[in-house]
């Protein structure tokens, strides 16, 4: 059974950049069977869809975060990771890693935006 | 983008009751459409899948319906550990998109 586990810091400053990994165990991120997705959710419980990444390395991102993300994935290590820059009180969520549409997701990490 | 509008946004229920959630898309998604439930300080799971397709492992009294803009999700009998928060989301067009949720609450 495939499992997911996010990491990373849980307060970052302003204007800083946030990175996380999504640790995956269970299953190989570089099959191609899947891929492999990052999604927030806001105090305010909305849900929203940041983006996903290929096991080519090819990845889309939501419009709405313009260029400030960027997703990799390390195959030795079977993790894929998110970066965020330039993060703002805007960007404080649960940050959840999750495969494809979400059969499967990570624990979900908290990440507070403050100075 | 394409906006995806859930009705009710909130519903009080009883065990045993027959509950229908909706949710409609600002354009046509085909059935490119899931739904989720979410209890507290968990993350979402996955029930449906395209449209209405049954997740494995899931009791058989979640059901889902619809095409094009319209999509519901009935539970057919409830249990206690149905009270959650449910999401639909749409996969058929970038920007994925989530509904604001429905929350179910014990009558």
């Known amino acids: 059974q495939v499992q997911l586990q996010e990491s990373g810091p849980g307060l970052v400053k302003p204007s800083q950049t946030l990175s996380l990994t999504c640790t995956v165990s269970?299953?190989?991120?570089?099959?191609?069977?899947?891929?492999w997705s990052w999604i927030r959710q806001y105090p305010g419980k909305g849900l929203e869809w940041i983006g996903y990444?290929?096991?080519?390395?090819?990845?889309y991102s939501n419009p709405s975060l313009k260029s400030r993300v960027t997703m990799s994935l390390d195959t030795s290590k079977n993790q894929f990771s998110l970066r965020l820059n330039s993060m703002t009180a805007a960007d404080t969520a649960v940050y959840y890693c999750?495969?494809?549409?979400?059969?499967?997701w990570g624990q979900g990490t908290l990440v507070t935006v403050s100075s | 983008d394409i906006q995806m509008t859930q009705s009710p946004s909130s519903l009080s229920a009883s065990v045993g009751d027959r509950v229908t959630i909706t949710c409609r898309a600002s354009?046509?998604?085909?059935?490119?459409l899931g739904w989720y439930q979410q209890k507290p300080g968990k993350a979402p799971k996955r029930l449906i899948y395209?449209?209405?397709n049954l997740q494995s492992g899931v009791p058989s009294r979640f059901s889902g319906s619809g095409s094009g803009t319209e999509f519901t999700l009935t539970i057919s009998s409830l249990q206690p550990e149905d009270f959650a928060t449910y999401y639909c989301?749409?996969?058929?067009?970038?920007?994925?998109?989530f509904g604001q949720g429905t929350t179910l609450e014990i009558k």
């Open positions: 989301l749409q996969h058929n067009t970038n920007p994925y998109s």
């Open positions: 999750a495969r494809s549409l979400g059969d499967s």
């Open positions: 990444i290929f096991y080519t390395g090819s990845t």
């Open positions: 395209a449209a209405f």
């Open positions: 269970g299953d190989s991120i570089s099959t191609g069977d899947y891929y």
């Open positions: 354009q046509a998604i085909r059935n490119d």
